[in-house]
């Protein structure tokens, strides 16, 4: 089992930055393919972007992939997300998540590929 601690949510204003980090413990980080997915007000929990668990891929939601930046630090078992050029529709509860893989290029995008999740962190965008 993992355990999932977010951090670095706050309000920002539009074209603003932001880099969210999840802190992982109790397995060994490294064995873990991770990703990001956010919730919006009266939404559903939308992918946003993934890393292997080496760290060597990722994929991302098409309209976040010229915007955020997902990386990875297993010596800190940290993965990060670099969010830049802020908009008010980035809005919503940031999730980080994380699957259990043997695959070193998984980078999974679907909610059900996740088995453990963190608490969320709140970003907003003001206009």
């Known amino acids: 089992q993992v355990q999932l601690v977010e951090s670095g949510g706050g309000l920002v204003q539009a074209g603003g930055s932001l880099r969210l980090s999840c802190a992982a413990s109790?397995?060994?980080?490294?064995?873990?393919?991770m990703g990001w997915f956010r919730q919006a007000p009266g939404k559903e929990r939308e992918f946003v972007a993934a890393?292997?668990?080496?760290?060597?891929?990722?994929y991302y939601a098409d309209s976040m992939k010229d915007r955020f930046t997902i990386s990875r630090d297993n010596a800190k078992n940290t993965v990060y997300l670099q969010m830049n050029s802020l908009k008010p529709e980035d809005t919503a509860v940031y999730y980080c998540?994380?699957?259990?893989?043997?695959?070193?290029?998984?980078?999974?995008?679907?909610?059900?590929?996740?088995?453990?999740w963190g608490q969320g962190t709140q970003v907003t965008v003001s206009s």
């Open positions: 998540a994380a699957v259990s893989s043997i695959d070193y290029t998984y980078t999974p995008h679907r909610r059900v590929d996740y088995n453990y």
């Open positions: 890393i292997s668990r080496s760290g060597g891929n990722t």
């Open positions: 109790g397995r060994p980080f490294s064995n873990y393919a």
